[in-house]
């Protein structure tokens, strides 16, 4: 199928025609069903490979990386759509995006998605730092500011020591790159949900998959029928790493059984082995000091044999809703050793449904249901 013939059938049936109409439909603009070209068979494995993109956007469509300095096409220039994507996905706007520093990429994010939260690639920057800079102790130093969980004060201050240290007060790269700290400083970007996500490496290794079906030196219309049937390898191995973590749960490794536990068996096995390590470190955690207040408790939190490094969780009992200063669960949907650290005080041995992100447990594709009634189960059978 065509794209122009894709995109008018996705327009009939948000209109509620059906398919077999639709059907009927093309072909009768083609000049009759033997010049249409596809089957109806055809015509529903569109469909259905439509739905599901749409579907698995409206649950993971939150951040989106790209990477625009893959091997250019026949026409010797880098291609990334941003308009279309908005209509392809029914108005769903990402809430983040990452890319390199292009300019030409940042003004189409600010165009086409002017409230998004945009972040600079890590990558990136430290490759652009090297390349001026050329010296491996300013390097080192400035990726430490740059990832480090600092307040934004405690940020500053060390900027301007690094500057300092290095004699770089006068060169423009340096003043640039500090003007754009709010997209790249994990200080002025913590808060804001990236998923974990600090540079477009992801998309690298989508490269490596890509590549096996797509040339450089592909048309429009023959990069679709063979990019297809990597979309089509990559929805397999989607299957089986669904099918993985449903079935079985990973042997319990940390002194926290029960709480590990309910975690392994409620999210992925990919975000249960992010989120075990943070159960690990619990054992190094300390309790400084809490503080009643009448709505709130407040626990201080410091690494054991380090207080200087200080973090508040704050307990609302009435809402059952813990917040920590470290604003992991914000950036990254996961809770951090020290909520874990006041759980295991109070004895909890649960995680609560406030401090559950769906899109990172095993049941949310199964609860995912299409508005036209095209369910997230009728997705899996079709495969």
């Not at 054992?283 to 408790?297: A, K, P, Q, T, Y």
């Not at 307990?315 to 813990?322: A, D, S, Y």
């Amino acid at each position: 199928m065509s794209e122009a013939d894709i995109m008018q059938m996705m327009n009939m049936l948000k209109s509620e025609i059906s398919t077999s109409q639709i059907f009927g439909l093309l072909a009768n603009q083609a000049g009759g069903y033997e010049f249409v070209g596809y089957s109806p068979r055809d015509m529903y494995n569109e469909i259905t490979r439509q739905r599901i993109s749409q579907l698995d956007y409206q649950l993971f469509g939150d951040v989106i990386a790209f990477d625009a300095i893959y091997k250019k096409n026949k026409y010797s220039c880098p291609l990334v759509i941003f308009n279309g994507l908005m209509f392809a996905m029914k108005g769903k706007t990402p809430t983040s995006i990452i890319t390199d520093g292009a300019m030409t990429i940042s003004n189409a994010v600010r165009d086409v998605f002017p409230e998004v939260r945009h972040r600079l690639c890590a990558w990136h920057l430290i490759r652009n730092a090297t390349s001026n800079a050329e010296n491996p102790s300013f390097i080192s130093k400035f990726r430490k500011i740059m990832l480090g969980d600092y307040e934004i004060p405690v940020f500053k201050h060390k900027w301007v020591q690094l500057i300092e240290e290095f004699g770089v007060e006068d060169k423009s790269w340096v003043n640039n790159m500090y003007e754009e700290k709010h997209m790249w400083a994990t200080a002025y970007i913590k808060e804001k949900f990236f998923a974990g996500f600090r540079t477009t490496s992801r998309c690298e290794g989508l490269h490596s998959v890509v590549v096996r079906y797509v040339g450089s030196r592909y048309d429009l219309t023959s990069f679709v029928e063979h990019f297809q049937r990597c979309v089509a390898h990559l929805r397999f191995k989607e299957f089986n790493a669904d099918y993985e973590s449903t079935c079985g749960v990973p042997v319990m490794q940390t002194c926290i059984e029960l709480l590990e536990r309910f975690a392994a068996e409620l999210y992925t096995n990919e975000i249960f082995l992010l989120f075990r390590p943070f159960l690990s470190r619990v054992g190094s955690m300390r309790v400084l000091n809490i503080e009643n207040n009448d709505d709130c408790i407040k626990y201080i939190v410091c690494n054991h044999g380090r207080p200087e490094f200080l973090w508040t969780v704050e307990f609302c009992q009435e809402e059952m809703i813990f917040m920590c200063t470290c604003l992991r669960m914000e950036s990254f949907g996961i809770l951090c050793e020290h909520i874990v650290k006041v759980l295991v005080d109070r004895d909890i041995c649960e995680i609560f449904r406030l401090l559950l992100l769906d899109k990172w447990t095993k049941k949310v594709k199964p609860a995912l249901n299409d508005p036209s009634g095209f369910s997230r189960d009728a997705v899996v059978i079709s495969r």
